[in-house]
């Protein structure tokens, strides 16, 4: 039998871009689950937008080229929407002020990595 002390991560695994990916959609569960009566369709949208940033950052690394940039594309876009959706729940008293600026410090920051990935993918 073979010890394994390490963990072997995947290509994505090793990306700040997931890392930061991962951390935001923690941060919109907690943040949804406390969005309170009448805000369960918005709430669902951002956590619906949040998984697919992550999920789609994971699928693109998994694809090549043209590929690879429309999964990172499609991240990004669901990123913008999460910002987005993010800003209708402070608007509507459904979040808190600092969990919202928390979240779009880590969404600015995921913007931007995705970006730089996808414009390495297909130039």
Request: charged share 25%.
């Given at each position: 039998?073979?010890?394994?002390?390490?963990?072997e991560?995947?290509?994505?695994?090793?990306?700040?871009?997931?890392?930061?990916?991962?951390?935001?959609?923690?941060?919109?569960?907690?943040?949804?689950?406390?969005?309170?009566?009448?805000?369960?369709?918005?709430?669902d949208?951002?956590?619906?937008?949040?998984?697919s940033?992550?999920?789609n950052?994971?699928?693109?690394?998994?694809?090549?080229?043209?590929?690879?940039?429309?999964?990172?594309?499609?991240?990004?876009g669901?990123a913008?929407?999460?910002?987005a959706?993010?800003?209708?729940?402070?608007?509507?008293?459904?979040?808190r002020?600092?969990?919202?600026?928390a979240?779009?410090?880590?969404?600015?920051?995921i913007?931007?990595?995705?970006?730089?990935?996808?414009?390495?993918?297909?130039?």
């Open positions: 039998m073979v010890e394994t002390t390490k963990v991560r995947l290509e994505h695994e090793r990306l700040h871009a997931y890392a930061a990916a991962v951390e935001l959609d923690a941060a919109v569960i907690a943040l949804t689950r406390r969005a309170g009566r009448g805000h369960g369709w918005l709430a949208q951002a956590t619906r937008a949040s998984a940033v992550v999920l950052l994971a699928e693109g690394m998994g694809r090549e080229g043209l590929d690879r940039a429309r999964t990172l594309r499609i991240a990004r669901s913008l929407e999460l910002d959706a993010l800003t209708l729940l402070l608007n509507r008293g459904a979040c002020e600092a969990e919202r600026v979240a779009k410090r880590l969404t600015v920051r913007v931007s990595m995705l970006t730089a990935l996808r414009n390495r993918a297909a130039p």
